[in-house]
């Protein structure tokens, strides 16, 4: 059994910055890759991020130059930075890793409100 648990969300302000965390429960070098998902309310799940077994990296258009994701091998953790936050930005965010077998964490929420 795979668990993915996500944390760091959070209420930020519009600019502001927030460093979501994934942390997995065996080597994230074991999955073909990892990502992160978002969905704001009432709206289908947007793929944000994502790395690759080899650490390859791709963000959507929208979030380029903003959001970095990133991990820590030893630490079996993805990491998204994300920087000058929106409110557009404001949703449920996921961590995702497969195996051939997908696995979701529960999420955490972010809000970018004033």
């Known amino acids: 059994q795979v668990h993915l648990v996500e944390s760091g969300g959070g209420l930020v302000q519009p600019g502001g910055s927030l460093r979501l965390s994934c942390a997995a429960s065996r080597s994230i070098l074991s999955f073909n890759s990892m990502k992160w998902y978002r969905q704001a309310p009432g709206k289908q799940p947007e793929l944000v991020a994502v790395?690759?077994?080899?650490?390859?990296?791709n963000h959507v258009a929208s979030v380029k130059g903003r959001f970095t994701i990133s991990r820590d091998i030893a630490k079996n953790t993805v990491y998204l930075q994300m920087s000058s936050l929106s409110p557009e930005d404001t949703a449920v965010y996921y961590c995702y890793a497969d195996d051939g077998i997908q696995y979701w964490g529960r999420g955490t929420q972010v809000t970018v409100s004033s």
């Open positions: 790395i690759s077994s080899i650490g390859i990296t």
